[in-house]
């Protein structure tokens, strides 16, 4: 059995084992945990009620968090006029060369984006991008030939989400020095995002539970009037 700190178990003593938490009140909970060494991110953990095996019924989607992340997100573009996206915003702009760095295992980069014409040669490396969730696709916006306001809206806030093979999936709102209005709001505008991107056609529970947390301290289980 894992030994807890003693700073996370005085965190734990403040969130009551059997309560569902309102989100403001989650929220308002969380300002009264230890503090750590470093500005902690928060997540909300969704639990689907989704069947993974089912490519009917992935899900997946982008949010814009009205107050950023709090996330400095490296950016890869995948391109035939490379110096064109730097000149853009992005943090790493090729292809060919990209492509065969990431074969060789490099990947120092946080979100990738494609124009159109690139995703044919992009695909060969879909293997080695997807199951870590950083494949560019149309449905997340990551395939584009703006790359200009795709740049723009990755750097300001924009994350994506996407279920896992168990049917959990975690989204980012922010960062622990976020003012709880602050995260109010990005919670808001995540829980929006994930509502609409319930599978076409899916009958039954969506979400069967809903936890905010920060990096190094217990979660809140949340009410699941948050969807309504």
């Known amino acids: 059995m894992k030994t807890r700190s003693k700073r996370y178990v005085s965190s734990a003593s ?67 006029t490379p110096e064109e996206a730097t000149k853009l915003g992005a943090d790493i702009a090729g292809l060919e060369d990209l492509i065969a760095k990431i074969k060789d295992g490099w990947m120092d980069f946080d979100v990738a984006l ?14 080695v991008l997807g199951p870590r969730g950083l494949m560019p696709t149309p449905k997340a916006g990551t395939v584009t030939d703006n790359l200009e306001d795709a740049i723009k809206q990755v750097k300001a806030g924009r994350v994506e989400f996407k279920m896992d093979k168990t049917g959990a999936m975690a989204v980012l709102i922010g960062k622990r020095s976020f003012t709880s209005e602050q995260l109010l709001d990005n919670a808001n505008s995540a829980i929006t995002a994930v509502s609409s991107s319930k599978p076409d056609g899916f009958k039954g529970k969506f979400v069967r539970s809903v936890h905010l947390s920060a990096t190094m301290n217990p979660s809140f289980k949340l009410s699941s009037s948050i969807f309504n």
């Open 14 to 80: 403040l969130v009551e084992e059997n309560k569902v938490y309102q989100l403001d009140e989650a929220l308002e909970g969380l300002g009264k945990l230890q503090n750590v060494k470093f500005d902690e991110s928060v997540e909300l953990s969704f639990s689907l009620g989704v069947d993974p095996k089912q490519s009917s019924q992935s899900v997946r989607g982008t949010v814009n968090l009205p107050h950023g992340s709090g996330k400095d997100v490296k950016v890869l573009v995948f391109t035939e």
């Open 114 to 127: 494609s124009t159109t014409s690139a995703m044919k040669s992009v695909r060969s490396i879909a293997r």
